[in-house]
């Protein structure tokens, strides 16, 4: 069974921590999503990777980057953690010729303290 | 720029009644992809249909179907002979020109047995 594997499911930091949220897919997939999910909000993109060590800004990037070293994993770093960023935090990917089918992660709940 | 509104954040439905999820959209694209998607409890987002707009047929799944009118930029998620485990969070989707994809805010679906 393909899969998207967040490394936590839940995740407590203090403010001002740097904080690395690590995605790992096994399907080969060319494509790789950082996502924010709020309560009411829906979810908001944060950053968007269509190939190793290239990257693109989605609508939320501020306070984020990210890194994709290796084909399979795709990094989000909190540079200086806030309370802001307490949420629960999506990734997901696809084939580059098949944009439309996403596989999501089961999401890291993180608080920030 | 491209906007996806779910009107209703709750609903309850009987079970193995029939219930209609509302979107609504804005693009000025005339060739895109919309979707539903499901995140039940367990936080696992799941594909549930996908419309190309190109399309004119209504997409089906079992027993999610679609209505589609493009005019109207309508897409609304009907399901039939609801079951218990149709309990979650339907997030409605449009994916952009740049292969990003926004999502609704959800609508919060209960089953009453």
């Known amino acids: 069974d393909v899969k998207v594997t967040q490394s936590s499911r839940y995740l407590v930091k203090r403010t001002g921590e740097k904080v690395f949220l690590e995605c790992v897919q096994d399907?080969?997939?060319?494509?790789m999503f950082w996502y924010r999910q709020d309560p009411g909000l829906g979810l908001r993109l944060i950053y968007f990777?269509?190939?190793?060590?290239?990257?693109e800004k989605g609508d939320i990037p501020e306070g984020y980057s990210v890194s994709r070293e290796k084909k399979e994993r795709f990094s989000l770093i909190l540079e200086s953690a806030s309370t802001n960023q307490t949420s629960m935090y999506l990734c997901?990917?696809?084939?580059?010729?098949?944009?439309?089918?996403?596989?999501f992660g089961s999401g890291t709940r993180l608080t920030v303290v | 720029a491209q906007t996806v509104t779910q009107s209703q954040p709750e609903m309850s439905v009987q079970e193995a009644e029939t219930v209609t999820l509302s979107c609504t959209y804005d693009?000025?694209?005339?060739?895109?992809?919309l979707f539903w998607y499901k995140q039940p409890p367990s936080r696992q987002m799941i594909l549930v249909i996908r419309?190309?707009?190109?399309?004119?047929q209504n997409a089906t799944e079992n027993r999610f179907s679609v209505n589609f009118q493009k005019a109207a930029k309508s897409f609304s998620l009907k399901i039939s002979d609801s079951q218990l485990g149709d309990a979650a969070m339907y997030f409605c989707?449009?994916?952009?020109?740049?292969?990003?994809?926004?999502f609704g805010k959800g609508t919060r679906l209960h089953i009453l047995p």
């Open positions: 997901a990917s696809s084939f580059i010729w098949d944009s439309v089918s996403l596989t």
């Open positions: 399907m080969d997939h060319e494509n």
């Open positions: 990777s269509y190939d190793v060590k290239m990257k």
């Open positions: 693009t000025s694209e005339s060739d895109y992809y």
């Open positions: 419309q190309e707009a190109y399309k004119q």
């Open positions: 989707a449009y994916r952009r020109r740049d292969d990003k994809i926004i």
